[in-house]
């Protein structure tokens, strides 16, 4: 279990947790935070001291002269980005005391991050609902859209958790390529596997060719015309990127997207051309009641052939 804030929820934001060096060149646990955010206005970083805005792990107020050494983790929240909303909705799917699932837009970030607050699938749904314990279960990239599931209180996302970490959840997404040259439907359907690793700082993951396979899809053809290929996909594994990554491998990279099979850069978002991969389907059983559970999307990929299941 992590470490409990001593902060509440504000606006729908957590506050943020930092790990403070317990020993270094710096004599306060300011000075290594001016030098750490060195970007930011170091005389506002004290003011935020003073006005006991950054706190100790029992919510204890920390000086601007508090020692190195004194706490290893502190807690502030961020000062917020200047955020115009982004014209995507999400969508409740279902809702009771102990779960919450969504229909997510693309573009909307499953939790806060960067340049990203308020616009996010976490902090819209905790205001919306006026529930600050709301916790994402499992997420999605900010690009995809479809179902994402959120525990409503505390005690229950440790069960739902676990479905995701003992791979108890049947996933179903959809994706739309261009249709390749060399298109060949027989090909299909096919079990793809490979190795993925993703590295600190890097945005993309690695394929590792020498190394045993740790990912996994079952990948069958919905429909193809002369300009597209629609695909069902079935992960087994849930690493980062694994479906894109899996596509590209197959000569069918998904329409839009920016990173594979080559990272384009960033640009401003295309409201016209979002990512052709959605998060269609969940099924599992309930850890709480035993229930079966099945949830679906309302929603559809632009790019897909009319005639498509």
Known sequence: ????????????????????????????????????????????????FDLGEIVAHDGTPL?????????????????????????????????????????????????????FLQNSALVRLRRLLDNPDLAPIHRLDRQTAGLLMFAARPESRGPYQLLFENRAVQKVYEA???????????RFPLVYRNHIAKLRGELKVRVDDERP???????????????????????????????????????????????????????PDDFERPLQLLARELHFVDPLSGEERMFASGRTLSEAPLSGA
């Open 63 to 115: 000086a601007r002269d508090t020692p190195l050494g004194a706490e290893e983790f502190i807690w502030y929240y961020r000062d917020p980005p200047a955020e115009t909303r982004l014209p995507v909705e999400l969508e409740i799917v279902h809702q009771d005391e102990d779960l919450v699932v969504v229909d997510k837009p693309h573009f909307l970030p499953t939790t806060p991050g960067g340049r």
């Open 176 to 186: 739309v390529s261009a249709r390749p040259a060399d298109w060949d439907p027989d």
């Open 213 to 267: 396979p740790n990912a996994e899809t079952a990948i069958e053809v919905i429909d193809a015309d002369a300009r597209v290929v629609h695909t069902l996909l079935r992960p087994h594994s849930g690493k980062m990127h694994q479906l894109r990554v899996h596509l590209a491998a197959l000569g069918l990279p998904i329409l839009y997207d920016p990173f594979y099979p080559e990272l384009t850069g960033e640009h």
């Open 1 to 48: 279990m992590g470490m409990l804030s001593p902060l509440p929820v504000r606006d729908g934001v957590g506050a943020t947790r930092l790990h403070v060096p317990l020993q270094g060149e710096w004599p306060t646990v300011a000075a290594y935070m001016i030098e750490r955010f060195f970007h930011l206005d170091p005389e506002r970083l004290l003011v935020r």
